[in-house]
C-alpha cells in the first residue's frame, strides 16, 4: 500500500486488529459544482501529518519533533493557494499556529503520557477547501 498502513500477515490464520490511536477525525470540503455532462471527480483535498513514531505510535515526551506535512488532491503542489497548520498538547481545547517551512512543522511534544492533536486549513486556486482535525494524533513515552 503506498499511502497507508503496512505489515506482513503469517502464512497461517491468523486474527489481526488495526486500530487508531486518534480519538476524533473530522474533515469538511467546499467546493463549487455546476451540471456537469458525466461523472466529474470532486475537487477534493487532505493535509498529511507523518511524524516518525514508534511501533506504539508514540514520541518521545518534551522532544522537539519534525512532523512531516504534505498536502494531496486538489490543492496539491503548485495548485495550493493557502495552507495553515495548528497543533495542539491538550486534545484540542488550545491550538498553537506552526509554520510549515520546508515541508514540516516543529512540535514540543507534552510529558510522557500526554498526546499531539493537528488541525489544517488548505485551499487550492480554485477557492476549494478543506478544514480537518486529528485529535490526540499520537501519544508521548
Do not use: C
Not at 486500530?19 to 470540503?29: D, G, L, M, P, Q
Not at 519533533?65 to 495548485?79: E, H, I, L, S
Not at 495550493?80 to 495542539?88: I, T
Not at 506552526?98 to 477557492?127: C, H, M, W, Y
Amino acid at each position: 500500500m503506498a499511502d497507508g498502513l503496512q505489515f506482513t500477515a503469517v502464512a497461517d490464520k491468523a486474527r489481526y486488529t488495526v486500530a487508531s490511536v486518534s480519538t476524533e477525525i473530522r474533515a469538511t470540503w467546499s467546493f463549487e459544482s455546476a451540471r456537469t455532462g458525466g461523472e466529474q471527480a470532486l475537487p477534493l483535498s487532505v493535509v498529511r501529518f507523518t511524524p516518525a513514531l514508534s511501533e506504539r505510535s508514540t514520541s518521545k515526551a518534551r522532544a522537539s519533533v519534525a512532523v512531516p506535512v504534505t498536502v494531496r488532491g486538489a490543492a496539491a503542489g503548485r495548485n495550493l493557494a493557502s495552507l495553515r497548520v495548528y497543533y495542539s498538547t491538550g486534545s484540542g481545547k488550545h491550538w498553537q499556529r506552526a509554520t510549515v517551512l520546508a515541508g514540516g512543522i516543529r512540535v514540543t511534544n507534552p510529558a510522557a503520557g500526554g498526546t499531539v492533536s493537528f488541525k489544517a486549513e488548505a485551499s487550492d486556486r480554485r477557492g476549494n477547501t478543506v478544514v480537518q482535525t486529528i485529535k490526540d494524533a499520537y501519544r508521548t513515552a
